[in-house]
């Protein structure tokens, strides 16, 4: 039985405001602001509390502010569920960052680890050249592969792809770690890593 406590929590954070509309997926997505708001938050942090606990799971990613942005739109999509929150991981931060260099010279949409061997949790973007793509982008056409997922049967629709979405959804997954890189030929590359990792056979995500 989970603890009352962060059930509690988790969805006091999910009632507080509004989830933001979620946009089209790979679509030139509008432009972001780098301008705070009143409460010196980002413009992209439209739901104060979620930013507020992401920000304090966050320690140290003021250093480089695309981390806090990756944690935001992932832990708005999991307090849609009632899950809690995910926590920043440096050490799966670097390890996104590595394969991200990787993909610099060719933006291929490629994941790190061997079909069936993945021993960390993975998600992987590509958004084409002349599109300022930024970590919401690629969170929330994970977060859209939602519609395609069915509980009661614990599969996607047939054809059809979402288990990027239950990656993100995951109960037992509690950290996660990504990078964007723009590559050579003008494309973004984004990629996250899940620990513990999630879509493990025959369980389900919530």
Do not use: K
Request: neutral net charge.
């Amino acid at each position: 039985m989970r603890p009352l406590a962060p059930l509690l929590l988790c969805s006091l954070l999910y009632l507080a405001i509004p989830l933001p509309a979620r946009s089209s997926s790979r679509e030139a997505p509008a432009s972001h602001a780098s301008a705070a708001n009143c409460q010196g938050q980002p413009a992209y942090a439209r739901n104060a509390t979620v930013y507020g606990v992401s920000a304090a799971l966050c320690p140290g990613c003021a250093a480089w502010a695309e981390s806090l942005e990756f944690l935001y739109y992932h832990n708005l999509v999991r307090l849609a569920r009632w899950e809690l929150p995910l926590a920043w991981s440096p050490r799966m931060e670097s390890y996104a960052r590595w394969w991200a260099a990787q993909r610099r010279g060719d933006c291929a949409l490629r994941h790190s680890f061997p079909e069936g061997q993945f021993a960390l949790g993975e998600n992987i973007f590509w958004g084409g050249a002349g599109g300022a793509w930024r970590p919401g982008d690629a969170v929330q056409d994970w977060a859209a592969e939602g519609v395609d997922y069915s509980y009661a049967a614990n599969a996607c629709a047939p054809g059809r792809e979402c288990a990027h979405y239950t990656q993100i959804v995951w109960r037992d997954t509690t950290s996660v770690g990504c990078a964007r890189v723009v590559c050579d030929d003008g494309g973004v590359f984004m990629t996250c890593n899940y620990y513990p990792p999630g879509n493990v056979v025959g369980q389900r995500p919530y």
